[in-house]
């Protein structure tokens, strides 16, 4: 990565100047992946945006970033530029939420990003101290799958105000959730939110409500590390199409709507 | 992580030698998380031992292991030793199906793995050159998702004899998956198979068949790097209640008939 012409070092203090900018710092964490973390980043992110907040997304999943194609502008990468205040977000279409992705320096979609822990960590940072998000209500913070070194990384630089954590109502996945949960204690981050996606799948033809997974109610798990607010995101067709096809802002259903945070 | 009574340096060549035992060297890998690498590992290495063949599981997902679980062996820990010839993988039930995981040594199932790059690289490391799987036939890797440090760090010490890419048939998902083909390139190892998991749904009351996620077919996916075998298979909820309940050694239906390789 190239932030203009000399090799820059990033201070734990340049960071903390960047933050003081920004009112809340959300993180959506799973530990498990393809749970849906970043779509939920992104329902969260237009929930507040049609609010009339100031919304910033940062797509700390390096190896595997999405945030860009969901809301269609994956192809804005000469939007992601270097100015004096530091490296541009790209902002969506719609709502003008502020994007930051490692996406919009790959030459290529498919270019993959294989890098070591120490150079994700590296460009964690960089990313922190050196994007000029400018002042906003909230941040989101969208995390790669595991208790690795992104959230590690974040976490350490930065205070998050909460944490929205996302599962499947799947066995196989809360216990995974559940190491999540506890690297937030260990952290002594507010858990906000339990998102339980994929909830259910309503047959289109017959009505049938079919619960796909089959683990235990996510409520238990809640109940047990004293969440209060749980949201319930069934599998509908109509969001995978809008996701797929980077429309995501244009999606009607909004499922935060009495999420008071 | 404690290999004995001292702190053990694990060289290349100890890695050469165990790995010699093992005639095919297969990672299952997609980049995407959440689309069921476990399940698939699982179901192959069922495969494989169901027609006979002496077979292994090396879960390299130490930030979310799940393989344990799956097979309904997770509280089998105290089979996970050390021996004279290192440490011991813990068989499973029905096929005698060897397994290594972290999640044997953690103490509770919910302990979070919070370790950066360097931590998982030395662990599997560790792992690779201290295990005795003994003479196997098919050895398995279930990487995590990402083009990191857990499939760099691998690939760079076993020659992998291929690599089953598993995808759902989403686009982003299809992204992401071209990222983890690349990387395969990268270190000149073939793609023996694409699975497209959960590819369509049978809704059990009315018979419908529905497509859940809508993109493009993996058969072109397939075609764009020369894959010949694509493996399809649906969502069903009787293999996820096996894999919930950790009996995935039961479950009747074999996907991988006509995997030749």
């Known amino acids: 990565m190239n932030l203009g012409s000399k090799e820059k070092i990033i201070t734990g203090k340049e960071i903390a100047e960047r933050m003081k900018k920004v009112k809340k710092k959300i993180g959506v964490l799973s530990g498990k992946g393809?749970?849906?973390?970043s779509t939920v980043s992104a329902l969260l992110a237009v929930h507040y945006a049609r609010e009339g907040y100031q919304v910033g997304i940062y797509d700390v999943d390096f190896l595997g970033p999405s945030i860009p194609r969901l809301f269609g502008i994956e192809r804005k990468k000469y939007e992601m530029i270097l100015s004096r205040d530091g490296l541009e977000p790209v902002y969506s279409d719609r709502l003008g939420i502020r994007v930051v992705s490692i996406q919009f320096l790959?030459?290529?979609s498919e270019t993959p990003v294989m890098w070591r822990g120490v150079a994700v960590n590296q460009a964690i940072r960089t990313f922190l101290g050196g994007c000029s998000f400018g002042e906003l209500d909230y941040l989101i913070f969208d995390f790669p799958p595991g208790t690795?070194?992104?959230?590690?990384?974040?976490?350490d630089f930065v205070e998050l105000d909460g944490i929205v954590m996302v599962t499947i109502p799947h066995d196989l996945s809360y216990m995974v959730v559940e190491k999540a949960l506890k690297m937030a204690e260990k952290f002594d981050t507010e858990i906000i939110g339990l998102v339980e996606n994929m909830s259910y799948f309503i047959c289109p033809k017959c009505g049938e409500k079919h619960n796909i997974f089959l683990g235990e109610d996510s409520e238990i798990l809640a109940a047990k590390y004293g969440i209060e607010r749980v949201i319930k995101i069934p599998i509908d067709l109509k969001l995978a199409k809008f996701a797929d096809r980077g429309r995501i802002e244009d999606y009607g259903i909004d499922y935060f709507e009495d999420f008071d945070y």
């Open 148 to 155: 690795g070194e992104a959230p590690l990384t974040v976490m």
């Open 34 to 37: 393809g749970v849906g973390k």
């Open 106 to 108: 790959l030459p290529k």
